[in-house]
């Protein structure tokens, strides 16, 4: 019999997250059985932690849960002749060290992931996020070469693919993060202009600075003050692609306005909402074209690597916090 971690809410969360929020529980797991549903045991070896945690938490957690997430897991046991032992796969099972599963909520990695890559990169670069990036900016941006593309939190897991995949399709990009060390590695990775928007004496100057004509598409990952600024300096028929809204996630009181209907009529906008889920049916593709360009150099990477499962909650919030310079993860 296994025992796995779990980490668990012990209390809803009130504002920023704090430690005191979770507590680590044991859970034995059932033998598996021949037929059934308990057909794989799995063990969790990378665990992403990710803005949508603390968001969701609302509506898809109560106090006792296991927290919500996504893994990479390794098959240690199988009756599922689809699943060989020590196979990896990402899996959807929460903050937990070991986990059983029939098998039908696992996507395997990639058949053609090479050796030298990470296989923590199928929770980043080549997983969700950045298939948010590249859904995000094909299919809701639609920018065209040439463009002026702007990201904010671009040095993160989703900001960092937005920006060099907008380089490849021949745009211009703008990007906007917390620290200095990002934005050097912002210029690093082929941003034309990148800025710390901590820093900027003011926000509206730096994006005017930084494209004086303005912006076809802006892929906004932040939301609140920095948007209303930023919609103001669209170009024409500009496009907004709503991704995240981090600097909302923690407020107990809802953010007021500038509103954005006014910008929207003048300029003639259009903004749009998207969950990456919505191209399930054309994860494939995406997968496919981020590795490629993942193993050709052209899309780099960066992890932010904690160790440990107990540091579950730290690293959580050391990326709410903007500790992460891309894609934040736990190694088990
Ligand atoms: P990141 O790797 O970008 O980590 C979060 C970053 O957000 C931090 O590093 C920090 O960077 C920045 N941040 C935190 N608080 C604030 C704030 N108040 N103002 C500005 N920036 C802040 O996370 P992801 O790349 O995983 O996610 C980025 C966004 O995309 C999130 O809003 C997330 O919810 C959204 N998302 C949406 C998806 C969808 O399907 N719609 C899918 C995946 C992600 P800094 O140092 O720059 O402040």
Known sequence: MVVAKAWVLKKSFDGF????????????????????????LLESV??????????????????????IGTQVARIVESKNPAFAVGAFVVG??????????????????PSSWPESLPKSLALGTVGMPGLTAYFGLLEVCKMKPGETVLVNAAAGAVGSVVGQLAKIWGCK???????????????????????????VKSLEEALRKASPDGYDCFFDNVGGEFASIAINQMKKYGRIAICGAISQYNDSVPQKGPYVQIPMI??????????VSRWNNRREEGQKALLKWVMEGKVKYHEQVTEG?????????????????GKAVVKV
């Open 46 to 67: 990378f665990l992403s932690v990710d803005p949508y945690m603390r968001l969701y938490s609302q509506w898809d957690m109560k106090t006792g849960d296991v927290m």
């Open 266 to 275: 003048i300029k003639e906008l259009r903004m749009e909402g998207f969950i």
């Open 173 to 199: 990009v703008v990007g906007s993060a917390g620290s200095d060390d990002k934005v050097a590695y912002l210029k690093k990775i082929g941003f034309d202009e990148a800025f710390n928007y901590k820093t």
């Open 17 to 40: 997250p704090q430690i005191s929020d979770f507590d680590l529980k044991k859970i034995e797991l059932p033998n598996l059985k021949d037929g059934g549903e308990q057909k794989l």
């Open 92 to 109: 959807n099972s929460g903050w937990r060290t070991h986990f059983i599963s029939d098998g039908k909520d696992l996507e395997p990695l």
């Open 309 to 325: 499962f107990e540091n579950m909650p730290m690293a959580f919030i050391g990326m709410l916090e903007g500790e992460n310079l």
